[in-house]
């Protein structure tokens, strides 16, 4: 049987226009199907920045970042483009029990383990250096420099230019709904009838994932999204120069209570700090049902925080933006091939959850070695879809059959 490709990537987000970068380059032919474009707002590759940081609890994630960010820098290198900005990241406020960002002093122990600076500073020294005011006299903070704002369109626009570099082939509105495959072939069958053939498959569709899961294989996957709000303030005072933060606190009023923020910068928005709360009042399990304007208690959230606990930045916002967040139960990601028990399940890799901009060029990387089955550059089994709590229960009766016959036509 003729191929269409060697390497199909269902997935036009940043993971996935990175997995097909990745494996163009060893000299196979690859097809990307995007439902909507690349580096589409409707998914979670969204808006301007993301944080590029090295603060974990697991000292393995630590060290996956740190291999992303190195990528990132050959990236740089190679296209001349400016990805990470070299900010640093001050995780400071309470110890609470673990959050979606860990915990506040547990990533002492990863950074001395992997012989990394950091400065411990106390509420006076917090308050000093940076735009915060009225902090309970029990905070704490953890600086460490190596951390960087991540640009998202320039990353999105250079892992496409590489793309375009080594002929992949993009296929904007290409909406897949059904996977098959089989020992020698995977067929993608897109929604206007038509069909593409390739040797393997990479799964990077983000929120998306059990669209395809469920008709194609016959389960799900434990995904919740969020669709997370942040909001832009003009900063006024003489605190341009500041790192990247998150404050941790207990959750109060129904909500997580931990905030971030970012330092104006030279791109998305200069000029105004970018703040928000790790967080979503709206949180759902099917991607049909997010809603596209902020919800007005996110934005409220933040804007209380920034009357009570900052300075030097206008109180209310001037512009607001959202990004989809997809979670699995312990935050974390999948990056594998299809569990063992689905028939020829090394044929198909599925890259989707957790917050895992931060780690796209080394996942995309990751994605193609699997495919091309070559030695993997790091170990991925924490990252294992076959983990426990990853999968859900079969969730429609599935006829597998019909589909792997579809496949072999």
Known sequence: MRLDADILVVGGGVIGLMAASYAARSGKKVTLLEQHFPGTQEGSSAGHKRMWRTMYNEAELSKMSYLAGDLYHELEAETGSKILHRKGLLNFGAQTDYTPEGTLLAPIDTLNELGKPYELLDKKEIERRYPFRNLPDHYVGIFQPDNAITDVKAAIATALSLCRRDAVAIASGARVIRIANNREHVTAHLDNGEKVTARKAILAPGAYANELMSPSFGFSLNLNMWDMSSAFYRVNGNVQDFPMWVQFERPENGYSNLFYGYPPCEFGQPGFMQL???????????????????????????????????????????????????????????????????????N?????????????????????????????CTDIKSLSIERPGRIAAASIDVDLTKYQMAAAE
């Open 348 to 376: 198909v890799v599925v890259c989707t959850g957790g917050w895992a901009f931060k780690f796209a060029p080394l996942f995309g990387k990751l994605c193609a070695q699997l495919a091309l089955e070559h030695e993997l």
């Open 276 to 346: 928000g709360v790790v967080w979503a009042s709206h949180q759902f399990t099917d991607v049909s049902q997010r809603v596209y304007a902020p919800p007005r208690i996110d934005l409220q959230i933040v804007r209380d925080f920034v009357r009570n606990r900052m300075k030097g930045v206008d109180t209310a916002p001037v512009d607001a933006t959202r990004a989809l967040a997809v979670l699995l139960p312990d935050n974390g990601c999948i990056l594998d091939v299809l569990p063992s028990s689905v028939a020829d399940n090394r």
